[in-house]
């Protein structure tokens, strides 16, 4: 078949060159007709929307047009003209054919439409190929491309920390430990431990869970960074919310205190979910439509409308004062559940939340302590449908009080010892905050569970693909 330059799906349905001889390459997602003319949604992954591909059937090997099937790779030649049916303005009059890879109609298992979500996270290696994946890898890249414009517009420099960690002081979550030793012939100290002495790193280490902690070794040079990768967690929680491996954004600025902080998360996520209705317009149509009634109508509301900003000890009073019942009852010093972040946002304020100044038993040793002795400048972001999307403080830069918050919950001084130089050597005033980018892409996709906004999950039992 001759070859000529490939265009976008994505292209040729906005493109008004009526008449031009085109190639268009991509999977069949469906295919009907007659015996004299077939029609095949083709589609590349380039949008949501397929384009129709119009087959005479007189003009074409019977054998070839056989192998189109639902799922089959092809690559076509045509005219581009103008749609005779509705729901587009073009499509393609094929000229030549040509089948790259066939699809077993007998064996594809996206041979027919509507299958459940729980159905396609079994079959990870192919559910890209449905209009939800697509669609959610699409807002997904999108988001990814906006997180690094917001900040590179705003001077911030993209730090990469550390995947594999020798410190395990963050007390996020209990961590995935990196290894090179054999496991099945370990060595062994003389009282019997495990020798990391004599593993790869000539210590124990692990994947981190949060680049945060050499963040702001960064903001301490450069003022503003922010880390964009993955992060590991061994909990072992089989909720729709978490996952074992999940990528978070972390900026981390000098010179910030915690209402500056407040600032920035809320502009952040605002830009964030403006940017997507505005770039990914047809995709967040079709979730809206297939998923979430209400999707881009929250979205737009998330946008206009200022952020509830409240503390911990206000938000417990009024939980308490609400009559609810809770599974897990409130009390002034818990770590608020879910559910009560869910009240608070869907029941008290309609609107997302910013709680600030929770008990330091249940925060981070890092976090700024409060004059009352009880508290620490810590802000959780809340939103609808999520609970917590956001994590993060203004930062203890006293060295001598962050040296007795590392005593008081025995936290091996041995390993912190680079973390406190920056507390002795020009400290300064800083703070930083996560967001989780997988809660992120729920929000802004509508989607129920995070396994379906990833593409290939990590969660308990599951590393299959
Ligand atoms: O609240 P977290 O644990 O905060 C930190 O890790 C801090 N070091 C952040 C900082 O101040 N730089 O996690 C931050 C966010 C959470 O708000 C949540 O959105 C997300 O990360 N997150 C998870 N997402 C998916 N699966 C999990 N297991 C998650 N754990 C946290
Ligand atoms: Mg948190």
Partial sequence: METMKRTKIRELLASKEIGKEVNVKGWVRTKRGNKNVAFIALNDGSTIHSIQIVIDVAGFNPDDLKLVTTGACINVNGILVESQGSGQAVEIQATTLEVYGTADADTYPLQKKGHTLEFLREIAHLRPRTNTFGAVLRVRHNMAYAIHKYYNDRGFVYLHTPIITGSDAEGAGAMFKVTALDLDNLPRTEEGAINYKEDFFGKSTNLTVSGQLEGELGAMALSEIYTFGPTFRAENSNTPRHLAEFWMIEPEMAFYDIKDNMDLAEDFIKYLVKYALENCKDDLEFLNKMYDNELIERLTFVTNNAFKRLTYTEAVEILLASGQKFEFPVAWGIDLQSEHERYLVEKVFNCPVILTDYPK?????????????????????????????????????????LLARIQELHIPEKDMWWYLDTRRFGAAPHSGFGLGFERLILFVTGMANIRDVIPFPRTPQNAEF
Avoid: C, H, W
């Fill in 361 to 401: 038993e249940i925060k981070a040793f890092y976090m700024k302590q409060n004059e009352d002795g009880k508290t620490v400048r810590a802000m959780d972001v809340l939103f609808p449908k999520i609970g917590e999307i956001i994590g993060g403080s203004q930062r203890e830069e006293n060295y001598d009080k």
